[in-house]
């Protein structure tokens, strides 16, 4: 027997435990999400994600996503708390293997090579593809080792003179060099909060990876730190591949060319980041972008 | 005035009111607490007080100075220096000679018993012993310091009361007037008591040494901390970092906690089983104590290290995962450090329990009275604590201060001990 619930034309009915708890789903035919608007592909893809689901025990974390990661270029990822940006961040390098109950369907790949594939190794896909996290986390040790962790531990020099090129070379990329060549042998956590999160940046770039993922990596830093990142993420997209996760609108439109909005787990809307931010074609991504919520 | 400033105003009377209370109540929960460490510290001073009251004079020995002939007609009749002859001569017929020089007016045969007695037992063997590394000594004649008797050390010391009837007290009148009449003539003093630090346990109180249960410790220690240590933290790594949550791994924590809670007794009982009965170590050795030890100590550096690396931001793993080093790298080269001290902590805690612990031994025979000093982790030997125990079981008035000694030697060992992992652990510690 089936019991007909009288239905208002017009209500979305969002899948149960989806709905967000801030904020009530307006109830407008413009804010169903029917899969992604805008083209998730990119010219020269470095990575591509497709149809991923991420579960955290039973629950649905990120819902039948796609996207494509280009090469040479920021994509900024924004949207609520909680929509699954950073989950999604973290499945492109296999981070989340170190929560015990995450669960990923679909497939990510890196130059063609599914990086879910059993047979890949993590340990040289987190060298590929490197991450740069929320809160700065360097490692209580000297600035200098700091940076040359990476490169030592993947053997990536044959002498001193080669580590130290490295890691000159880091820091000067990640503008953090003038500041602290003098006192390498100091210990990384004693930095301020901007130069920390940059040393953070030149141990990533040491590896020489091929994409970095950053996780909303302002939001612990003042106006001035973060404006000397952004500058920094604009002159590393030159070399590498960048996804940034971020909180802030401003942001995203400063740094990265395209954007991609989610909500609730599912990507809704792709695209230029210009296009995005002056011409949103999804009724949520207006309501984010205009500050409706969020 | 307007509702919002009349709403304000009340609040800041029904602040006020409640404020005196508020700060008396900190003022009283902060003098409870002052209270609870001006406590804690009087009985931590009393206790040290009577046992360094009582012990102190452990450290200080009786001797009496002798005129001794080494006459050789008594040791060695023949003249050919022979070791075997000269290692079982008749030394106390020295030290008989010289006391009966002494006191020529003792007569009685009774009387010369109880003169002899003012002398130790080991008196003869400090004579032997120089004979024995000096034989050109037979003939010459030396003034040496014995050691006295017990009851003469108790008696010079002020233990025994001269002034009560003499069959209340150990010592009689006439031994009371012979050592009198010593004092007078500055024959009898006080020595730093060097036989106590290095001495073997005896049934004579005057040549019973703290030397061998320091050294049984010692063995046993070491053998416990080389165990513990890295079988306790590998346990606690692979746990806590490796194992998969499942319910066996449920079931090995609930059984570690449940470990450190078993009475210290059960693992020795295990120990006799296991390690004495079925795999047939020797008895009473360090080594046999050690692997005891090391079971009782195990739940204890565990726990603590599980704690130790559950500390460690997950921040620090996520960064040295993020540059791609693998799982054990990220153990080895970031947890692992951070966590060193808290592990250390751990061990030590463990350690100074295991110091303490007399019940699991006595169940592996290291109750014995051992004379000799242990020289490897195999030979039997006493610890400390054991040593206490028996000591404090001994009849002897002079044990009594032999026992506030041992634990003041016990004591400083724990010290020593502590200032060492407190100096290991300062270089382990980094700042944030």
Same mark, same amino acid.
């Given at each position: ?196 999160? +940059?040393?953070?940046?030149? +141990? ?91 | ?20 209370? @508020?700060?008396?109540?900190?003022? %009283? ?11 804690? #510290? ?6 040290? #007080? ?30 050919? &220096? ?30 010369? @018993?109880? #003169? ?11 004579? %032997? ?7 050109? !000594? ?23 009361? %001269? ?39 005896? @049934?004579? *109180? ?11 410790? !010692? ?19 692979? !746990? ?20 450190? /809670? ?22 009473? /050795? ?30 620090? &793993? ?18 692992? *450090? ?29 109750? /014995? ?28 008035? /002079?044990? #009594? ?25 300062? @270089? ?5």
């Amino acid at each position: 027997m089936l019991s007909v619930t009288p239905n208002t034309a017009g209500v979305v009915t969002l899948p149960k435990g989806l709905v967000g708890a801030g904020f009530a789903p307006v109830a407008d035919e413009s804010r169903a999400i029917n899969g992604t608007v805008g083209d998730i592909t990119a010219v020269d893809p470095r990575m591509t994600a497709r149809n991923v689901n991420v579960y955290y025990g039973d629950k649905l974390a990120i819902n039948d996503v796609s996207l494509d990661i280009g090469k040479n270029e920021v994509i900024a990822m924004i949207g609520p708390s909680g929509c699954g940006k950073s989950t999604f961040l973290r499945c492109l390098n296999r981070m989340n293997d170190t929560i015990d109950i995450c669960r990923v369907e679909g497939e990510i790949k890196l130059d063609e090579q599914n990086i879910y594939d059993s047979s890949l190794d993590v340990v040289p896909l987190r060298a590929q593809v490197g991450m740069v996290f929320q809160k700065p986390n360097p490692f209580p040790k000297s600035i200098y080792d700091n940076v040359a962790y990476g490169p030592r531990i993947h053997g990536l020099t044959s002498s001193k003179s080669e580590l130290d090129d490295i890691v000159e070379e880091s820091l000067l990329k990640a503008g953090l060099w003038d500041e602290v060549k003098d006192r390498l042998a100091e210990t990384g956590t004693g930095l301020s909060g901007g130069q920390q999160q +940059r040393l953070c940046i030149a +141990r990533t770039i040491a590896v020489a990876p091929e994409v970095i993922l950053m996780d909303e990596p302002c939001s612990a830093l003042d106006p001035i730190a973060t404006a000397r990142v952004e500058e920094l993420i604009d002159e590393l997209r030159e070399q590498f591949t960048i996804a940034i996760v971020t909180h802030s609108m401003q942001q995203a439109a400063r740094v990265s060319q395209r954007t991609a909005y989610f909500h609730l787990g599912q990507l809704v809307e792709v695209g230029k980041t210009d296009d995005i931010f002056t011409n949103p074609r999804h009724g949520l991504t207006e309501d984010y972008i205009t500050g409706r919520f969020g | 005035m307007s509702k919002s400033e009349q709403q304000q105003a009340r609040t800041i009377d029904r602040v006020n009111t409640t404020l005196a209370q @508020r700060y008396g109540r900190e003022r %009283r929960f902060r003098r409870f607490g002052f209270f609870a460490v001006v406590l804690g #510290l009087a009985f931590v001073g009393v206790m040290f #007080l009577s046992i360094i009251g009582k012990g102190y004079s452990a450290f200080q020995q009786t001797r009496i100075l002798l005129d001794i002939e080494f006459t050789e007609s008594v040791i060695d009749p023949s003249g050919e &220096r022979d070791p075997a002859v000269l290692s079982s001569a008749n030394y106390s017929a020295l030290i008989k000679n010289s006391l009966r020089a002494l006191y020529p007016e003792v007569k009685d045969r009774k009387e010369k @018993r109880e #003169l002899y007695g003012i002398v130790s037992n080991g008196a003869a063997l400090i004579l %032997r012993a120089k004979v024995m590394a000096d034989p050109t !000594l037979l003939g010459s004649q030396a003034q040496l310091w014995l050691p006295a008797d017990d009851d003469i050390d108790m008696l010079v010391k002020g233990y025994i009361d %001269r002034t009560v009837v003499q069959s209340e007290r150990r010592v009689k009148d006439n031994v009371i007037a012979w050592i009198e009449k010593l004092e007078s003539e500055q024959k009898i003093g006080k020595f730093f008591n060097t036989t106590f630090l290095t001495g073997g346990d005896s @049934r004579e *109180p005057e040549l019973a040494g703290i030397g061998g249960a320091v050294m049984g410790s !010692l063995y046993t220690l070491i053998v416990t901390l080389l165990l513990s240590f890295p079988i306790g933290v590998a346990a606690a790594v692979y !746990l806590e970092e490796f194992a998969p949550r499942n319910r066996w791994t449920d079931l090995v924590e609930v059984n570690i906690n449940n470990l450190a /809670a078993v009475p210290s007794i059960v693992f020795g009982l295990l120990g006799l089983a296991v390690f004495i009965n079925f795999f047939g170590l020797p008895r009473s /050795a360090p080594l046999v104590g050690g692997m005891v030890l090391t079971l009782m100590t195990l739940p204890t550096i565990i726990i603590a290290s599980r704690a130790a690396l559950k500390a460690v931001p997950p921040s620090i &793993r996520e960064a040295a995962l993020g540059v791609g080093a693998s799982k054990m790298q990220t153990v080895f080269h970031h947890v692992l *450090p951070l966590s060193m001290p808290g592990m250390l902590t751990g061990t030590i805690i463990g350690m100074a329990q295991a110091l303490g612990e007399t019940a699991p031994l006595l169940m592996i025979g290291m109750v /014995a009275f051992i004379v000799d000093i242990p020289g490897s982790a195999m030979d039997p030997a006493t610890v400390l604590p054991v040593q206490i125990f028996l000591w404090a079981d001994s009849p002897e008035r /002079a044990f #009594l201060e032999k026992t506030s000694a041992a634990i003041m030697v016990l004591l400083g060992f724990l010290i020593v001990m502590n200032v060492l992992a407190v100096i290991l652990r300062k @270089r382990f510690e980094r700042r944030w």
